[in-house]
């Protein structure tokens, strides 16, 4: 594998021919990414010159484009994130529940980011809920962590939650914690049927809200009758809901949330090889035993199908509900603790994980070959002037 190929290679090689070609259907959101990810960690964006006094090492450090899309830049947030994220955890089994958008929906939602991705968030947080809390089931009020993801191995557009949902939460009239079963969270199938219904009928609010847009190959949908034959269809068919067994405990719960919660379409880690037409990389056959395998796709097809998983602006791919929504979490918490008779966790920093490493890499401010601490000689200004990224740029 050649050393360092990164996407952004494929997009400084082919992205301008790129653009050219698809002038006419290229989105200012995927423009954006492009631009961003060519720019990140070059003299573009502009940067410093650092030396050690220790050995004499002279580098420079370009600026990071912090575009959420980008492979290279999600370590920081990511290790900002699971930092913050270390006190909401609690010593009760965590479960990984998945819903799934089916190929009919997922088309419509291509077309319909931002109002069909937030029906799914809504959709799945409300069918947990609605389950744990009633008495036949668990009975109690629960908090998940819902984490957005529109793609699969070979980078299609499949849209999909992960919900990392805490075992058990207050009664509630707030008076008891009620656990699950061991090893069981809530019925795949009353799930799923739920999920449906929730989600279609959303769907269906939507449409009528005159908030959804048909084009190309789906634009005779804009027709009431033919809309409503597409939702006839679908109430039919089973809806995807994956739960799995419940992580080791709270540590693993914190490793697991890193894997998700930042990730893009495609790792660098994963491109085996660039030539002048065609890109490859390696992927994972789920349906065979999470057999290795390695697709060869054209350079232009490869940038297609990565700028399919781009997400509108402002839109938040991390979501919280139950006793961990953002409104009210730290009462929630300070409750499920005493409801637990458990005292709240040390405060404890995480490490910044890096995207070819694992966390342990050496810290920026000290020198490669010596350990010594680097010192700053210059400040690089930009080559081009550059649009500083938006907040939600960076989550």
Same mark, same amino acid.
């Given at each position: 594998m050649p050393a360092g190929l990164e996407v952004a290679d494929v997009f400084r090689r082919h992205g301008d021919a790129y653009r050219q070609a698809h002038d006419g259907h290229l989105g200012c959101v995927e423009r954006r990414v492009m631009g961003a990810i060519e720019a990140c960690r070059t003299a573009a964006l502009g940067g410093h010159a650092e030396a050690c006094p220790e050995c004499g090492l002279v580098r420079c450090a +370009?600026? &990071?484009?912090?575009n959420r899309h980008c492979p290279k830049c999600q370590g920081a947030a990511r290790a900002e994130w699971l930092a913050a994220r270390q006190a909401d955890l609690l010593p009760v089994? +965590? %479960?990984?529940?998945? %819903?799934?958008l089916p190929a009919p929906v997922a088309e419509i939602a291509f077309q319909n980011k931002a109002v069909v991705y937030a029906i799914l968030f809504k959709a799945a947080a409300e069918t947990l809920r609605i389950i744990a809390a009633d008495p036949k089931h668990l009975g109690a009020e629960i908090g998940l962590v819902a984490v957005l993801h529109t793609w699969g191995q070979t980078l299609h557009h499949h849209p999909h939650v992960h919900c990392v949902v805490p075992g058990g939460g207050p009664s509630i009239d707030g008076t008891r914690w009620v656990g699950c079963r061991p090893g069981f969270f809530l019925p795949v199938r009353v799930l799923s049927r739920l999920f449906r219904r929730l989600f279609l009928d959303a769907l269906a609010a939507a449409f009528e809200a005159g908030t959804l847009g048909f084009f190309g190959d789906l634009a005779p949908l804009a027709e009431p009758a033919a809309f409503h034959h597409r939702l006839r269809d679908l109430r039919r068919v089973e809806w995807v809901v994956y739960a799995k067994p419940p992580f080791g405990g709270p540590a693993q719960v914190l490793a697991y949330l890193g894997r998700y919660t930042h990730r893009v379409a495609i790792s660098n880690t994963r491109l085996v090889a660039m030539t002048g037409r065609d890109v490859t990389f390696r992927w994972k056959d789920y349906r065979h035993h999470d057999k290795a395998k390695v697709m060869?796709?054209? &350079? %232009?097809?490869?940038?297609?199908? %990565?700028?399919?998983?781009?997400?509108?602006?402002?839109f938040h791919r991390i979501r919280h509900y139950g006793f961990l929504a953002n409104s009210h979490r730290a009462g929630k918490l300070a409750l499920c603790r005493k409801l637990l008779d458990v005292?709240?966790?040390?405060?404890?920093v995480a490490e910044e994980p890096t995207d070819r490493s694992p966390l342990a890499s050496p810290p920026l401010d000290r020198c490669p070959c010596c350990g010594g601490a680097m010192i700053l000689l210059a400040v690089l200004p930009p080559l081009r002037p550059h649009r500083p990224p938006l907040r939600y740029d960076t989550s």
């Open positions: +370009y600026n &990071s484009c912090r089994p +965590y %479960f990984h529940v998945v %819903f799934t060869t796709l054209a &350079s %232009f097809e490869f940038i297609r199908r %990565f700028l399919l998983h781009t997400v509108p602006d402002g005292p709240p966790p040390a405060p404890t």
